[in-house]
């Protein structure tokens, strides 16, 4: 296990090398094999195609910091999402910039749901609109979610700190807005 991952690692780098260099698109796998001096058979034996080996760079490092955050703090795990994707910027960029079949952004949207939008879920309680709590829900996920891949795809012109302070400020304006309107309306 320990030399499977020692693999991994060095074609993880491998990657992230050449991606410094030019987009995913035009990187081969015998290129990320070259620079790592490993043959194509050792690559295919780990991943089916480079575009799981990014999944995978992104599942061993990013997964490695959120282990210890608690799951219920989700401005936290925000911010070191957000973090993360700064400090590897370059790579993430040209990452996200990948359109269609095996993109790391359809991949990473996915992630992005399952981890995130139970946070910004509203509570749903018998007798309200359960059918516009669900919408505002996937809206705002929808909207922190193009907001991290605008951020980051434009630059990362913000700190992570400052992004993640503006992303909490406009998502509670919009849940306590519908709260007031459609969850605990004024009683007349």
């Known amino acids: 296990m320990a030399d499977s991952n020692i693999t991994k690692r060095a074609l993880a780098q491998a990657l992230k090398q050449l991606m410094a ?9 015998g290129e990320i094999c070259a620079l790592c001096e ?3 058979k050792s690559f295919y034996y780990h991943f089916k195609d480079k575009y799981d080996l990014v999944e995978w760079i992104f599942e061993s490092e990013f ?6 955050i608690d799951p219920t703090d989700q401005w936290t795990f925000l911010r070191t999402l957000c973090d993360y994707f700064y400090q590897e910027r370059t790579f993430y960029i040209r990452a996200l ?18 981890s995130v939008e139970p946070f910004l879920a509203l509570e749903k309680e ?18 922190v979610l193009l907001a991290i891949i605008r951020w ?8 992570p700190e400052d992004f993640v302070r503006l992303m909490r ?12 309107q459609y969850i605990d309306p004024p009683k007349e």
Do not use: W
Request: proline residues 3%; glycine residues 4%.
């Open 126 to 143: 018998p007798g309200h609109q359960d059918e516009v709590a669900a919408f505002y829900s996937h809206f705002i996920s929808d909207a």
């Open 21 to 29: 260099q030019q987009p995913l698109e035009k990187i081969s796998v």
């Open 63 to 68: 997964i490695a910091q959120i282990k210890d």
């Open 152 to 159: 980051l795809t434009e630059g990362a012109r913000l700190s």
């Open 169 to 180: 400020e406009s998502s509670e304006l919009l849940v306590r807005h519908v709260r007031e």
């Open 38 to 40: 490993m043959n194509r």
């Open 97 to 114: 910039e990948v359109r269609g079949q095996n993109a790391f952004r359809d991949y990473f949207r996915e992630f992005f749901y399952h």
